[in-house]
């Protein structure tokens, strides 16, 4: 098929980024052809106009994952006349640059999240003819569309939340004489009072009538009662108990001792979010206790409700924290997500494991501080209390280091992630990172910061060529994979780099936890040392005198036990690493996470063996930005294996090791987010959920209580709260 290009004449451009300059070649502003995918990569780089004509793929590197990911500049897209029925789940997702859209011709359905978040997307939104059916999200977070025309005969469908949070829509064009079958949230978050709905002459009564539509005519409904609550991690013992329940369209206090201050504040913000509350200092009668309770464990908490009183007991600030997010969700457990009263129960509650963690990875891909801030608040909710921050790799260094500002200098900024060539800059200044400590103490959530040593230091190698072997002048890395250039555990400046950078890391981190990395550190591991001649002093200097793998290894112990001393002496911080079957010692206290597909048992043996305690985050189970489906985001990878979201569910952090090794040798689990293919805040939702709610679940609930069918149960209403407040997750299970 013959394909055709309207191309300007190859110039570059200086794009300013932060506190460098990126030369992007500037080919192609404008694109005719029939599929996107024949286009050379630095043309899609540099597209804003695209018009296609051909039958478009939709599986894997297909032309809308392409047009999604690598046309990064896209402003425009014509489709009209090209050859696609149906509009894939996620095709344009989070593309924020999007203005305008012309959809095909013959276009029969819009899958699920298809152009959520397209927040530049404006002005009018034609929907053809022939569509059938617009699916949930479709077009949720669009804020900037005016206005929707749907088709006269064939629309059957609007699914939830397909229109939801267009807020600055005005006007809602529908052709149809005969509603077509609207979900209630279809056009939730938008004020529907400024909003005109334009039906056939003689149809306005039967969409009065409709579920769906007749909200654009009649007032907003009282708010229902919470029946059932929905609790996502299950508490250990929720009992519902006879009474009249506590209504909140009432006058009632807050009580809370001064050092509940912060948790009193989130308890107003509940009741603003999830309620018509009117909330009155000294009120009479009715009031809402937050106590502390000593003997409680540190996060347990008790939750009592009556008709007058919703009493929370915490052992701590933390556990009344912990007790204010059941509330919240109990209050939520409506199809509107805010209630007029909840039942009397009782709730006996507290976490199984003490580290319940997160991890994500703005080194690959920066993630701004406020974007980080509003994962903090999100991961809260289901009791999460530690976000582990991924801050330097190969491709970048994000964190400001004082004594080393090259660093952010020359390592925050590069084009391109394997085939994404779009420019990639930023990092976070000692403020920030102090700002969002704080921030995510309020949530008590800690956040635990990671500096990778030997390998994954390409960025910091380009900047001090002097860490790695022979001085080498390397670029940083713009595609994933394992390098074999190392820091050299024989040049003495890598021991006063690396005292320097931990030494400002613990004056921003009061976490008691530093992660040191440890993983795939070249391709043979550790080779780079093998015939470098400051390594080779070092050997001679320890005594190991065989130019073998192990010794190597040795040299690698040699160098973490400095640093953990280092840590240890010095700072206060029990050390993290991320455990290779290779590690044959390891400090005592220390913990190691077991990631790797398939070595779990062989991690949790190495952890036993040599007193240190262990983290579960295996591949198989908890590495989140794996797909959860097959043909899920993300479609083109460097072969990451499926992993459902019941599988996730099924992990045992005890790993059949009994109560022992649990209280022993346990210290948690963790999710992980690399960061290769998430190239949106909203993506990094979206990889993260559901699987990080199953994951809440196996971490804070005991084993005993937990079961899959009433968790997906569960799932399908805390996934419509999540949507409602525009967070979107994996919907492919």
């Known amino acids: ?26 080919s192609a502003q404008r694109i005719d052809t029939t599929h996107i995918t024949l286009c050379p990569a630095e043309s899609k780089a540099a597209v804003r106009d695209v018009r296609l004509t051909g039958q478009l793929t939709t599986r894997g590197n297909s032309d809308f994952r392409q047009l999604r990911d690598l046309c990064w500049q896209l402003a425009r897209l014509d489709l009209s ?41 404006q002005g009018v939104l034609r929907i053809p003819p022939m569509v059938r059916e617009v699916q949930t999200a479709a077009f949720s977070g669009c804020a900037r569309l005016t206005e929707i025309s749907l088709p006269a005969d064939s629309l059957q469908r609007i699914g939830d939340f397909a229109f939801s949070r267009l807020t600055s829509l005005r006007r809602v064009r529908v052709g149809a004489v005969r509603p077509p079958v609207c ?33 654009f005519f009649s007032p907003a409904e009282p708010l229902p009662e919470v029946v059932t609550p929905v609790v996502i991690p299950r508490p250990a013992l929720l009992t519902l108990t006879a009474g009249e329940p506590f209504r909140f369209d009432r006058k009632f206090s807050i009580e809370a001792a001064p050092e509940l201050n912060n948790e009193r504040t989130h308890c107003l913000r509940i009741l603003e979010e999830r309620s018509e ?23 347990a908490y008790r939750l009592s409700v009556s008709r007058d009183e919703i009493c929370i007991r915490g052992g701590s600030a933390a556990g009344v924290f912990y007790g204010l997010m ?62 582990h921050l991924h801050l330097v790799d190969d491709q970048a260094w ?97 021991y006063e780099f690396l005292g320097k950078v931990f030494a400002e890391l613990a004056a921003i981190f009061p976490s008691p936890y530093v992660h040191l990395g440890g ?83 062989t991690a949790i043996r190495a952890a036993r063996a040599n007193g240190a305690r262990i983290m579960l985050c295996p591949g198989e189970y908890c590495y989140f930005d794996y797909p959860m489906a097959a043909g899920d985001m ?12 019941q599988r996730t569910y099924s992990l045992d952090p005890a790993w059949g090791m009994g109560t022992d090794f649990e209280k022993t040798n346990l210290a948690g689990v963790a999710g992980t987010l690399w960061s290769e293919c998430i190239p949106s805040a909203e993506r990094l939702y979206y990889q993260a959920y559901p699987r990080a709610l199953a994951l809440a679940e196996v971490a804070w609930t005991p084993q005993a209580v937990r079961s899959w069918p009433d968790f997906a149960r569960r799932l399908r209403h805390v996934q419509t709260d999540q949507m409602r407040r525009g967070i979107c997750g994996s919907q492919a299970w």
């Open 326 to 387: 059941t509330l919240d969700q109990v209050m939520a457990s409506t199809p509107v997500g805010r209630c007029a009263s909840i039942p009397q129960m009782a709730v006996v509650d507290g976490p199984r494991l003490a580290l319940r963690e997160l991890m994500v990875d703005p080194a690959r891909i920066f993630r701004p501080i406020e974007d980080l801030k509003a994962f903090v608040a999100e991961m809260a909710r289901y009791k999460y209390n530690a976000l």
């Open 519 to 601: 993983d795939e550190a070249g391709m043979p591991p550790l080779a780079a040392w093998t015939e470098c001649d400051k390594c080779r002093a070092l050997k001679r200097r320890l005594g190991i005198e065989r130019n073998v793998r192990e010794d190597n290894w040795q040299l690698q112990k040699y160098l973490f036990d400095c640093v953990i001393d280092t840590l240890r002496t010095k700072h206060g911080k029990t050390p993290m690493f991320w455990y290779e079957t290779d590690f044959r010692e390891i400090q005592p206290g220390c913990i190691t996470f077991a990631w790797r597909h398939g070595l779990t048992e």
């Open 634 to 645: 993300p479609e083109v990878n460097w072969g990451m294996p499926v992993n459902p979201l």
């Open 81 to 121: 006349a090209a050859r696609v029925e149906h509009l894939p789940d996620n095709a344009l997702h989070s593309h924020h640059r999007l203005q305008q859209v012309v959809l095909p011709e013959r276009l029969k359905s819009i899958g699920r999240q298809a152009f959520f978040a397209c927040d530049s997307l």
């Open 277 to 299: 509350a009117r909330v009155q200092t000294g009120a009479k009668g009715a009031r809402i206790r937050l106590l502390l309770q000593p003997g409680l464990e540190n996060e």
């Open 183 to 215: 979900a209630p949230t279809a056009f939730e978050g938008i004020d529907l009072r400024r909003v005109r709905l334009e039906v056939p002459r003689g149809a306005e009564r039967a969409y009065r009538e409709a579920e769906g539509w007749k909200m």
């Open 398 to 494: 994000r964190v400001e280091i004082k004594a080393y500002p090259r660093l952010v200098e020359q390592g925050a900024q590069r084009v391109g992630m394997d085939d994404m060539q779009m420019p990639i800059s930023g990092y976070y200044t000692q403020q920030e990172l102090r700002e969002l400590v704080a921030y995510a103490a309020r949530y008590h959530v800690q956040v635990i910061p990671e500096i990778e040593l030997p390998g994954h230091e390409v960025a910091a190698i380009h900047c001090y060529p002097q860490l790695t072997c022979g001085g080498k002048h390397v670029p940083i890395r713009t595609t994933c994979g394992v390098s074999n250039e190392l820091l050299c555990p024989g040049e003495p400046f890598v």
């Open 1 to 26: 098929m013959k394909t055709l290009y309207v191309m300007k004449k190859k110039v570059y451009s200086l794009l300013l980024v932060g506190a460098g300059c990126l030369v992007l070649p500037l």
